[in-house]
């Protein structure tokens, strides 16, 4: 391997005589071997990822026999820049002369591919379900102005405390509410975020009109083309590759000197030299996830223990990360706090789950109750269901691999560790057939045979909402801390300014931000779209406010 002296952030650094290690799964450390081959220049034999396997922090899997697992999905639309620069770069898997971004534009040109959600919220009502007119957002005047409020007040007044310290009871109840998908114990913080940051939506909550969706789910549409891409490149990756921990030299500034790790059960090591750069993805969304079955619950919350020793190792990094620089540098607190977000699982759990079925009238059903044919209703909640479950009926097929015949669809609950309104125990607790039931209960379909074939499979997610939980911006470090001289950090766990956590988005970003900057390129990521500094679109959000 060719090796060079040590670089300073912000200076050019040669291409050749760098090697990038990049430790850690998600789309974080795909993003930033897309830009280190294409915009640095890296040869790709010079990229190495270290995870512990193929789309760890959004997975999805299954066949029609077993049934289909959705891990995670997320929303996409215009404002998301840099994750449509990064997918303009990656060839289509079925048509390589396209791009991804391309293959996503001619398949939201299709007008029955486009959201337009006649029915987001469901209710129960004296004779069965009753479509909420979700336009009517519930607020009080008194609402309102606490929108305001938090919307004007700084960050730095909003820290460690929760939504519930800034609204009254009855905003929790509103429809506004409901279609946030926030918890009340969340961050306020984050929460003056989203209403920044996604301005733009609020005159079309109800709506979801202008959101992007992928021709199949985000693992096969997203995550699959750029692993296929970076190993057709040449990019080298390491999979299962467990328990890193990163050697510190002993110096004034954070620089990485080796690279500690267990792979197949043998210990090894990588040492870092000249102007080498090491890329931490901190924490995981996904880590200690349990799957259940048709006939058997997800399984219990594990303990914070448990995350440490988690196979997605992504807060074992962090914490040995954490830990192991106390000895060797005084930059310590620029390397955030784990502790604040992987400790408070009854905080950040959900529960989501797949339901795969061989027999159309669940489909017919659903848009005669909703008007909306698959992959036209987004996100339908179920307001006054205890464990307020919400559902995606896509359009099909879903995967890959989904024959005719077989629709597929999925759903979460933010409440999974409440009673049901049915089936009279804890989400948690259910078997993927229970949840059906319930499931079929609110929207008053008959429980008959017609579901004999069914599978639905539970798939517990204990810090799947980890990211907007209480924090003191000490909790987040920033991309690239101060004092480092070859270490940045990427994920949904570092700091990016002005910017709201959770969408694929901010995790690009961040692996844009740590690439251009290491290598010391004249390239910045796009700007962040900032809806609140158009006049025309804080006009609209307004008056959808108010009305």
Aim: glycine fraction near 6%; charged fraction near 20%; aromatic fraction near 10%.
């Amino acid at each position: 391997m060719a090796r060079g002296h040590a670089t300073q952030i912000g200076h050019l650094r040669q291409p050749e005589s760098t090697n990038a290690y990049l430790v850690g799964d998600g789309i974080a450390s795909l993003a930033a071997a897309v830009h280190f081959v294409h915009d640095a220049r890296v040869p790709p034999s010079q990229v190495h990822i270290l995870e512990s396997g193929p789309g760890e922090s959004l997975w999805s899997i299954g066949t029609p026999g077993c049934g289909y697992v959705v891990s995670a999905e997320q929303m996409l639309n215009f404002s998301c820049v840099c994750l449509y620069d990064l997918l303009s770069i990656v060839p289509s898997l079925n048509d390589p002369a396209k791009t991804v971004k391309q293959e996503i534009d001619e398949f939201n040109a299709v007008p029955g591919n486009r959201t337009y959600a006649n029915s987001r919220l469901i209710a129960t009502g004296t004779d069965g379900p009753q479509i909420v007119v979700a336009k009517e957002l519930g607020l009080r005047e008194k609402d309102t102005r606490d929108l305001f409020s938090i919307y004007r007040e700084s960050e730095k007044k909003l820290s460690s405390l929760k939504v519930t310290d800034c609204f009254e009871e009855e905003f929790f109840r509103t429809n506004f509410w409901c279609m946030f998908s926030f918890q009340p114990w969340h961050s306020a913080m984050e929460f003056r975020r989203y209403l920044h940051r996604f301005v733009l939506g609020l005159p079309r909550i109800n709506t979801l009109e202008r959101l992007d969706h992928t021709p199949y789910d985000q693992y096969d549409s997203i995550i699959l083309p750029i692993e296929t891409y970076l190993k057709a490149q040449g990019v080298n990756f390491k999979y299962d590759t467990g328990a890193v921990r990163l050697a510190f030299a002993e110096s004034s500034d954070i620089k990485v000197e080796g690279i500690h790790f267990s792979k197949d059960g043998d210990k090894e090591f990588i040492q870092v030299e000249g102007s080498d750069i090491v890329f931490l993805t901190l924490g995981s969304t996904t880590a200690c996830t349990s799957i259940g079955s048709n006939h058997s619950p997800s399984g219990p919350l594990p303990s914070a223990h448990d995350a440490l020793r988690a196979s997605n190792v992504g807060w074992s990094n962090w914490s040995s990360l954490f830990f192991s620089s106390l000895l060797n540098t005084p930059h310590v607190s620029q390397l955030g706090n784990p502790l604040s977000f992987y400790s408070r699982m009854t905080e950040s759990c959900s529960l989501w789950f797949t339901v795969t079925l061989e027999n159309p009238e669940f489909f017919k059903l659903f848009e005669e109750l909703t008007s909306n044919a698959p992959g036209r209703g987004g996100l339908t909640t179920l307001k006054d269901s205890s464990w307020l479950l919400s559902i995606v009926v896509p359009h099909q097929p879903y995967f890959l691999n989904q024959p005719d015949g077989v629709q597929v669809f999925w759903g979460y609950a933010l409440f999974p560790e409440k009673i049901g309104d049915r089936i009279r125990k804890p989400m948690f607790e259910c078997t993927g057939q229970e949840i059906f039931t319930e499931l079929l209960g609110h929207l008053n379909f008959p429980e008959d045979s017609s579901w004999r074939d069914s599978i639905t499979i539970p798939c517990m997610m204990p810090y799947a909402t980890s990211p907007l939980l209480t924090r003191t911006h000490e909790d987040r470090p920033q991309v690239i801390p101060k004092g480092s001289s070859n270490l940045a950090l990427l994920g949904q766990f570092v700091e990016i300014p002005e910017d709201g956590v959770f969408p694929l988005e901010y995790s690009v970003r961040g692996a844009q931000t740590a690439v251009f900057k290491m290598m010391g390129l004249q390239k910045q990521p796009k700007e962040i779209y900032k809806g609140d500094q158009n006049l025309k679109t804080l006009a609209k959000a307004l008056k959808a406010l108010l009305s």
